[in-house]
């Protein structure tokens, strides 16, 4: 069974660039998840969705980062414009049910110079 | 106060060494936890959930104690391969069922 996938493995970009973060959950996992983990900091969350619902966005930083999840499959997260502090390594997981055990992705690299 | 705090570390044992790490957490409402392992520059990958009548799996023993909010993960006869940074993880239903993290221990096995 494939597991979660995260694409691109790293991104480098220049502040107030674009980028797009891909997350492909494992096959019928409803709960997806984006957790970012920032330099010396530990992993937090950002949010939850259930099939395509965002069910907790309380973790997102501010208004520049934008999650979907279209048909509730993948998902992508968006950061526009990024800055200098949104450096990190992007984290997704997916579980079957809440509570159960999440899976997480080799996670996206980013680089904001 | 963080929700889940655990050992600073970094702990640097010898080969065949016994260690334990310590998590608590602060929500009582917490329902799921979990121990993961994360390698550098890796992500994190399940290494065992907690129950509390406690669980073993070869030399991992993790163990739960709700009534003190605790949990804690001990490795018997450490292996260099045991090296890695160990993630203590909670889970609230009322959370959504998003996952808490501390900000992990560190192990460094040596020969």
């Known amino acids: 069974e494939a597991g979660v996938t995260q694409f691109p493995s790293h991104s480098v970009i220049e502040k107030g660039q674009t980028v797009t973060l891909r997350c492909d959950p494992i096959s019928g996992h409803d709960n997806l998840y984006w957790y970012r983990r920032v330099m010396g900091k530990e992993i937090k969350f950002l949010l939850h969705f259930v099939k395509e619902s965002k069910q907790d966005e309380s973790g997102m930083p501010n208004n520049r980062f934008l999650a979907e999840r279209t048909g509730g499959t993948y998902s992508t997260l968006k950061v526009q414009p990024a800055e200098l502090e949104d450096s990190g390594v992007y984290f997704c997981a997916s579980s079957q049910n809440r509570a159960d055990t999440q899976y997480f992705g080799p996670g996206t690299r980013l680089t904001v110079l | ?111």
């Open chain 2, 1 to 111: 106060r963080k929700e889940v705090e655990q050992d600073p570390g970094p702990f640097n044992v010898p080969e065949g060494a016994t260690v334990a790490f310590n998590c608590t957490y602060s929500n009582s409402a917490s329902q799921s936890f979990f121990w993961y392992r994360q390698d550098c520059r890796k992500e994190p990958k399940l290494l065992m959930s907690v129950y509390s009548s406690g669980n073993e799996d070869g030399r991992f023993t993790a163990q739960l104690n709700r009534a003190s909010q605790y949990i804690s993960l001990l490795i018997r006869d450490s292996k260099l391969s045991d090296s890695a940074t160990y993630l203590c993880v909670v889970t609230a239903i009322t959370n959504a069922g998003k996952s808490t993290f501390g900000d992990g221990t560190t192990l460094t096995v040596k020969p």
